[in-house]
Nanobody
């Protein structure tokens, strides 16, 4: 079992930045692909970014060039640096993990992930 706890959300003006953190416990993260998803009111949960065990990253098109996912396996942490934030980025952001033996595996769908955090609210004002 992996327990995930997100932090770092908040209220920010458009154009500002936030850094989300995801702390994992129960297992070391080096055997897991990690992802960030978000869910706005009335909408489905959607993929934001993922990072493989080996550090390969993938992003949804709407955040490319603005968001950066990273991981620190030694400290069991995953981060999402969010710059140039827009009001449409407003959502609850979730950290997710999936066990894999594939060093390059990046998962982009909700169904591929096994473990989820409780979410952290990000609100971007215009």
């Amino acid at each position: 079992q992996v327990q995930l706890v997100e932090s770092g959300g908040g209220l920010v003006q458009a154009g500002g930045s936030l850094r989300l953190s995801c702390e994992a416990s129960g297992r070391t993260l080096n055997m897991y692909t990690m992802g960030w998803f978000r869910q706005a009111p009335g909408k489905d949960r959607e993929f934001v970014a993922a990072i493989s065990r080996g550090g390969t990253t993938t992003y949804t098109d709407s955040v490319k060039g603005r968001f950066t996912i990273s991981r620190d396996n030694a400290n069991n942490m995953v981060y999402l640096q969010m710059d140039s934030l827009k009001p449409e980025d407003t959502a609850v952001y979730y950290c997710a993990a999936v066990y894999t033996v594939n060093y390059r595996y990046t998962a982009r769908t909700v169904g591929e992930y096994q473990y989820w955090g409780q979410g952290t609210q990000v609100t971007v004002s215009s």
